[in-house]
């Protein structure tokens, strides 16, 4: 159902670095985590005065891929971001607080991946229920979009992506402000100003420039120097900015203060919502830009109208364990869920590792081929989730996987409703979307057994390379996710353009439990290779006997219904890897990489696992309130 909005009362100023809202602390209960960490020494909390001046901007934090210990832990792409959300966790916040903090900061330090011009989908466990929650906060088409929006007029046929991605037409309706404020209305313990502030620290004094920033600028050079307010940020001086240097954005650090005094409602409503809708419509396109950057359709009226939703998460059992996930609009918990529901009926741990991987490979091509069919926004669509979700279609698609030789794809989907149309014959079906493989992920968990899992993007890195002047931060292409034409003749699909339609995502923000309570947290960037480096993480920790910091580095596969599977360098490098599977028919095409996961795991003594990529997008960064030295268990 549609949540409102709830505009804050300003909060008087404190010389505390955050003030609580009475009634909302997250109240302990038993859990792996609470169950040692309540009866720890209060002194695990950072005094008020050491958590303000914690981060002092001034040296780039130490960078580790795995962190172990008591208090609350955190796992993002960058250790500035990682450090915001765990200096909230020793001020006293909880895993909400603290997974709204570190986006900020990821808007501040992954501004081409995350921002407030962008959108997302956050998981929670309370501890204090037991259950699991989610939060739409998808970007909206604006109203006068139409499922032939993307087509251009004079031809009949779609306008090119690239010209699609840098428009006006590509954005739509930021989700990300009315996200954060709506999960600390609901589960935080902090407010919205509070939990803003490290950022706006770090927005001020700057981040130290990495080779990862620098690439990623260097990547987007061309058309960001296409648009006036974009280039003169993140271009300073019309050169790349230099590693070692320090990068300052006191446009956004201007923004996110007017969201502290006024709440998330200033970006919809008021001075900067016109100023967002103006920049949509009329681009600041450069003087000497030879783009063609076609206008957008987005009004005040479409920021006014915008809200986040609740969403009933998706659930599947595998091996004895719960795995939540995002329901549509998203299609990551529907289609993670679709195929682990196919390799529940296999025993994959009993397998040589070849094996294993080829029923992972068809398992997630059968569940792409559903997932493009069947799956958008469920207030345009009928949407049959549950029966996506069943294991008797998953028992009945299942049959699909031959464990001697590949399926050809892409493959033929199955109407989930109509057992005649299950079948073991596998027939043609259509070709790949096109989402954008940047976006990030998070994860916090808190002294109390609260857990988050939080993705957000802007799409493509760099989202629509429009800047709103002034604000600093880049507005998403969210709208490019939409299919550009039908399907097919004779189906026209659950994702052509509409408005104030959600485009169908990858993203999936994935909790899993055991016997109730909090196992496994994880996610990942990546576009729609989301869907598998999920998929292939639970599998290494689950199935495959890795730890999950193995489990996250291992060589990654993705085959999302297409003829070859894309491969990692490392998984294509190995002979012994590589050659089982093309004996079996599967073919492959190289990618750099694929996805950037962040996670954490609950360990039996009470202990959380933080776990961060170690070399993918320069590594990531886990951190815990209170680090254990005692030898870690496998």
Partial sequence: MPVRRVRRARHPRSPLPFRRRAGTAGAPLPSPVSALVLALPVLLLVPAAAAQTADTGREPPVKLPVATGYGGAVSSVDPYASRAGLEVLRAGGNAVDAAVATAAALGVVEPYSAGVGGGGYLVHYEARTGRVHTIDGRETAPAAMRPDSFVDPATRKPIPFD???????????????????????????????????????????????????????????????????????????????????????????????????????????????????????????????????????????????????????????????????????????????????????????????????????????????????????????????????????????????????????????????????????????????????????????????????YTLTIEQTGGSAITVPGRGFLLNNELTDFDFTPLSDDVAGPNLPGPGKRPRSSMAPTIVLEDGRPLLALGSPGGSTIITTVLQTLLNRIDLGMALPEAVAAPRLSQRNTAATLAEPAFLESAAERAPLERLGHRFAPSPQIGAVAALEVLPDGRVRAVAEPERRGGGSAMVVRPSRRQEPR
Avoid at 283 to 303: E, K, S
Avoid at 336 to 351: K, Q, R, S
Wanted: with cysteine; hydrophobic share 35%.
């Fill in 163 to 453: 010209e699609a991605v840098n428009s006006g037409l590509s954005v739509g309706v930021p989700g990300t402000p009315a996200t954060w404020e709506k999960a600390l209305d609901s589960w935080g313990t902090i407010s919205l100003a509070g939990a803003l502030r490290p950022a706006v620290r770090l927005a001020e004094r700057g981040f130290t420039v990495d080779e990862e920033f620098r690439a990623q600028t260097a990547q987007n050079e061309d058309r960001f120097r296409d648009f006036t307010p974009t280039a003169e940020l993140f271009l300073p001086g019309g050169e790349l900015p230099e590693v070692g240097s320090r990068f300052r954005n006191p446009g956004l650090a201007g923004t996110y203060r007017l969201l502290a005094r006024e709440g998330a409602d200033a970006l919809y409503e008021g001075r900067l919502a016109r100023e967002i809708a103006s920049t949509v419509r009329r681009p600041p396109v450069a003087p000497d830009a030879d783009r063609r950057v076609r206008p957008g359709l987005m009004t005040t009226g479409d920021l006014g109208r915008y809200r986040v939703l609740h969403r009933k998460p998706t659930r599947v059992d595998y091996r004895g364990l719960e795995v939540y996930s995002m329901a549509p609009s998203s299609s990551g918990g529907t289609t993670t869920g679709e195929a682990l529901n196919i390799l529940e009926g296999f025993d994959l741990a009993g397998m040589d590792r070849a094996r294993a991987l080829h029923h992972y490979l068809e398992a997630s091509r059968i569940a792409y081929a559903d997932r493009g069919r069947w799956v958008g926004d469920p207030a345009f669509s009928d949407v049959p989730t549950e029966e996506l979700l069943s294991e008797r279609f998953a028992k009945e698609r299942a049959c699909l996987i031959d464990p001697d030789r590949a399926l050809t794809g892409p493959l033929a989907p199955a109407d989930p409703r109509d057992p005649d149309s299950w079948g073991c014959s596998a027939g043609r079906g259509g070709g790949e979307d096109h989402e954008g493989p940047s976006t990030t992920h998070l994860v916090t968990a808190d002294r109390w057994g609260n857990v988050v899992s």
